[in-house]
């Protein structure tokens, strides 16, 4: 950040009176502007026992399978999100059925929640975001054409479930190895 979104004067980096942490303050009107991790809210849609995957027709990971998921946008709850989510990426209208997981990515500054889902009528296709999308048995799930390790974990973790009619909810991070090595 270079410039005041308030006053368009110039940031610093700076640790503000009554704070702990460098944030981006404006040389002229103090304004401080936080910055705070985005939230990725989506689902684990299922179908008769199977699961609903799009392939990406976006970077990163293009081509690569995934749940349907995005960034959240402003005025909108965790809920709303993930539903949006998968009508944009699945064209698949969803019963949401419960919170599932929460994973915080704290290397790139993201949250991830999925939600445990039913499709309505069974009807699913392919958003701009998607080149495919395609239902899932357990044992069919490509596990070497996953696109995020925050789908491959919730994945494996509703598969260990799957089978017990109880799920519950998993909160949990995924750090970047080269986080820890300092």
């Not at 991790?37 to 995957?53: D, F």
């Not at 704290?106 to 392919?126: C, E, S, W």
């Not at 519950?168 to 080269?178: L, Q």
Request: aromatic share 10%; charged share 25%; net charge negative.
């Amino acid at each position: 950040m270079k410039y005041c979104s308030t006053c368009g004067e110039l940031v610093e980096q700076r640790i503000p009176q009554g704070d702990n942490r460098y944030r981006f303050v404006c040389i002229s009107c103090d304004t401080i502007h936080y910055q705070n991790p985005r939230i990725v809210a989506g689902t684990v849609p299922v179908w008769n026992g199977k699961i609903l995957l799009c392939r990406r027709a976006i970077e990163p990971r293009y081509g690569y399978w995934t749940l349907p998921a995005g960034f959240m946008e402003n005025a909108e709850t965790t809920i709303e999100a993930a539903v949006r989510e998968t009508l944009e990426e699945a064209l698949a209208e969803i019963h949401i059925d419960g919170l599932y997981s929460i994973i915080d990515v704290p290397h790139i500054n993201q949250v991830h929640m999925f939600y445990r889902a039913t499709l309505k009528d069974g009807q699913f296709g392919a958003g701009e975001e998607s080149l495919e999308s395609k239902l899932f048995a357990p044992d069919e799930i490509p596990w070497d054409e996953i696109s995020f390790p925050t789908v491959r974990k919730t994945l494996e973790l509703f598969l260990s479930e799957v089978g017990s009619d109880s799920f519950g909810v998993h909160v949990s991070d995924i750090r970047h190895p080269m986080a820890s090595k300092a």
